[in-house]
């Protein structure tokens, strides 16, 4: 056999030349050198992962330590030493927050004392550092030693003072239950004021019990109760040195806000309203003779003589009203006189009105004093109920919150004498065909052809009131100030506190903002107390659904057919745009000032309200759907309006 050349030669070389020459094993070597790199670079991960891991959890649990100690915290003496029950929660929370063991972690301390904040001895904060050892798992390779973890952790109470202004929904669907699917049916009926007035409201349905036995109540009682429960919550988690005020805007439509307004920022003088006044008369019915016994210098031989401007003794006995409750007067001429005996024809008449934008003198009725109703002919009083119409609008589609028009300005203060807030006036609102700028129309029309009414209630006799809801005028508005539980309470079982009217939940914000601001015409309110740092400020609006504006109701906005002040050109998909704009601006501007915005609805069977979602500062919109759980809502906001705060 012949042999391959080379192979001899190769077979005459040294082993190690050969071995030298041989790369087939040479990945094995270099594997096992890059080793010791590899675990290094993993194994500092690794175990930088643990620690960053251990120490987060070190912190929070920290955190949760040192509040639970604040919150358990009695004593408030200038000491470190924290009192034996502050102590033990804070330990507790701790230990349930950082389990010993966990990532083989050891020697876990907790260390909490009570720290003074700034120069006070009074407002104490707990303070505390927590420390833990954590063995390295990789890194032991390289000797690394065990690593000691320290965090440093701090709690205060963030209620120093609190200012919070309920701006809550009183219109007519709040008489339902909860659980109604749709706005129930009720009659308007009348009640005594507060000012001694009759005022009307939407009678809220009685409390009674659900099918599996729980109690039901109407919206407007839930939300009184859950107004009683936020303050309870409030005085629980407040410290003793905390000053907490509260402010009320009830609306509808408008908003009761005439007594708190400084009389400068009101308008005095006269103000136009969508009205009727008399221009002449017309005859009623045929011509009749009349004769009476008279002296001839009694009688007015020649004359046209108008009753009731002529003396009594030429009244008819029916007076001025005949049996339908219409005004009439009559009219005499072709007056003689002849042997004792004055003679005249007589013609009955009644007024022509004509239905159209009106100047009335306003100066008494701001006042608070009882007017003459210049709008009717039977002497009726009327006295301003305290709500108003809005400063000169702005009829836009959009705005900037860096440039808010006087109108929607939280802060405005108007000194115009033809920009002030003008003192609302129901009695005077007549409504007319809305086809028509101006109309004349006869007495005995106004209630047969149905297109001309009296926007509040029938004018002709008292027991034929019915006042709607068109024109509501709810409980007065209150700024802020100090309350006790009682006086919380009785504001919203206040007898004034009643549902009526329709949802323009706009016109809540414009106020409620406007009575919190630091910066407007309620400053003295919302002045921090003396040798305080400013308050928090927050804004609770509650309803129970959408906005629903009226082209016939008479509110801030007058009668938004006829005056077109927010520019809806009688559109109501575009009215319903427009208040949602103005709604959505005013909160805001109410963010921007740094309110927090919380907004609560209440019986929406889980439908959402996007202008709601959008009012509201981040996670702050909350739903219900009966009593209780609007309970728990207003439960869980006082608890985050008195809740603690980690300042480290």
Not at 156 to 185: E, H, I, K, Q, R
Not at 447 to 463: F, H, K, T, V
Not at 613 to 642: E, H, M, P, W
Request: aromatic share 10%.
């Amino acid at each position: 056999m012949r042999r391959q050349a080379g192979t001899a030669e190769t077979e005459r070389r040294p082993f190690l030349g050969r071995l030298a020459r041989d790369v087939r094993g040479n990945t094995l070597a270099i594997m096992a050198a890059a080793m010791i790199p590899l675990i290094g670079f993993s194994g500092s991960a690794i175990d930088m992962a643990r620690l960053y891991v251990v120490k987060v959890r070190l912190q929070q649990a920290c955190d949760a330590g040192v509040l639970a100690g604040r919150r358990t915290l009695t004593d408030t003496a200038p000491s470190t030493q924290l009192d034996a029950a502050a102590n033990t929660q804070a330990q507790q929370f701790f230990a349930s927050n950082f389990k010993s063991g966990w990532f083989q972690n050891a020697a876990a301390h907790f260390y909490p004392v009570k720290a003074t904040v700034g120069t006070s001895t009074v407002a104490n904060a707990v303070t505390a550092n927590a420390e833990a050892t954590v063995p390295m798992a990789l890194m032991r390779f390289f000797g690394k030693p065990d690593v000691k973890l320290t965090v440093k952790c701090q709690a205060l109470y963030d209620l120093a003072d609190a200012d919070v202004m309920f701006v809550l929904d009183t219109t007519g669907s709040m008489s339902c239950y909860p659980t109604d699917p749709t706005t129930c049916s009720t009659t308007p009926t009348p009640y005594p004021r507060g000012d001694g007035s009759t005022g009307y409201r939407a009678p809220e349905k009685a409390p009674t019990t659900t099918a599996d036995g729980k109690p039901l109540y109407s919206k407007i009682e839930s939300l009184r109760q859950a107004v009683v429960t936020f303050d309870s919550i409030m005085r629980a988690n407040a410290d003793p040195s905390t000053h907490i005020r509260y402010g009320f805007v009830p609306y509808s439509s408008a908003v009761n806000v005439g007594r708190s307004l400084p009389s400068e920022y009101l308008q005095n003088t006269s103000w136009t309203y969508q009205s009727r006044h008399v221009i002449g008369d017309y005859n009623y019915g045929a011509s009749f003779t009349q004769s009476i016994n008279l002296s001839q210098s009694q009688c007015p031989v020649g004359k046209t003589v108008r009753m009731p401007t002529a003396p009594d003794y030429l009244r008819s006995n029916s007076g001025l009203w005949n049996d339908e409750g219409y005004y009439q007067a009559r009219v005499y001429s072709n007056i003689t006189y002849a042997s004792g005996v004055c003679s005249a024809t007589g013609q009955r008449v009644r007024p022509l009105w004509r239905y159209e934008p009106v100047s009335w003198n306003i100066s008494s009725y701001v006042a608070g004093n009882a007017v003459t109703n210049p709008s009717r002919l039977d002497g009726a009083t009327s006295k301003w109920n305290g709500c108003v119409e809005e400063l000169n609008t702005s009829a836009s589609a959009a705005f900037n919150v860096n440039s808010l028009p006087d109108d929607l300005n939280p802060d405005v203060a108007p000194t115009d004498p033809t920009n002030k807030w003008r003192p609302a006036w129901q009695d005077v609102m007549w409504l007319r065909d809305p086809g028509t700028g101006s109309m004349d129309v006869r007495d005995d029309q106004v209630d047969e052809n149905n297109i001309n009414q009296y926007i509040d209630y029938n004018y002709r006799a008292a027991g034929q009131l019915d006042r709607g809801g068109s024109a509501a005028c709810g409980m007065p508005a209150q700024g802020l100030r100090s309350m006790t539980s009682q006086a919380v309470r009785n504001y919203v079982y206040n007898a004034d506190f009643q549902p009526m009217g329709g949802t323009y939940h706009d016109v809540g914000m414009i106020w409620g903002t406007r009575m919190l601001s630091p910066d407007g015409i309620f400053k003295a309110d919302t002045a921090p107390w003396p040798g305080r740092n400013p308050p928090t400020r927050t804004i609770v609006l509650m309803t129970d659904g959408t906005l629903a504006p009226s082209q016939t109701s008479y509110g801030q906005y007058g009668v938004e057919m006829f005056d077109n002040r927010v520019g809806s050109n009688r559109d109501g998909n575009e009215q319903l745009a427009r208040h949602a704009a103005r709604l959505r601006i005013e909160c805001d501007a109410a963010k921007k000032k740094g309110f927090t915005v919380y907004t609560v609805a209440l019986g929406l069977h889980g439908a959402a309200v996007p202008d709601l979602d959008y009012c509201s500062s981040t996670g702050k919109v909350f739903y219900a759907d009966d009593t209780q759980s609007l309970n728990d809502v207003f439960s869980t906001i006082a608890l985050r309006v008195a809740k603690l705060r980690i300042n480290q």
